[in-house]
C-alpha cells in the first residue's frame, strides 16, 4: 500500500538536517531569491512545453546580471531594518 507523505512535512523533514534563519513568515522581501524569482518571471518568453520553459530558465538564469544580485545582497540591511520597523509585516521594499 501507497502512503503519501504531505509535502509540507518532507520539506520540515529534509530542513530539520539544515541549518535556517527564523524569517518572519509575511515578509519575502527579506528573502533575495523573491526577487530573482520576480526578475526572470518578467522576462520570462511564451513557452509551449515543459522542455521549453526548462531551457528558457535556464537561460534566464545564466544570464541574469550580477549587479542585480549585488544590489540585492548590499540592500539587505535596509530590508532588515524595514521589516523590524514594520513588526515582521510586508514592507514596501
Known sequence: MLVRIPAARVAQDFLCHVQTLPWPAR???LSP???V???LKRQ???CHSVHD??????DLWVHL???NIRRLINTMLD????CIAAG???TRS
Open 27 to 29: 515578509s519575502p522581501e
Open 79 to 82: 530590508r532588515v531594518a524595514a
Open 33 to 35: 531569491i523573491q526577487h
Open 37 to 39: 524569482w520576480d526578475q
Open 44 to 46: 520570462m518568453p511564451l
Open 53 to 58: 520553459l526548462e531551457v528558457a530558465v535556464q
Open 65 to 67: 546580471p550580477q549587479d
Open 88 to 90: 515582521g509585516d510586508p
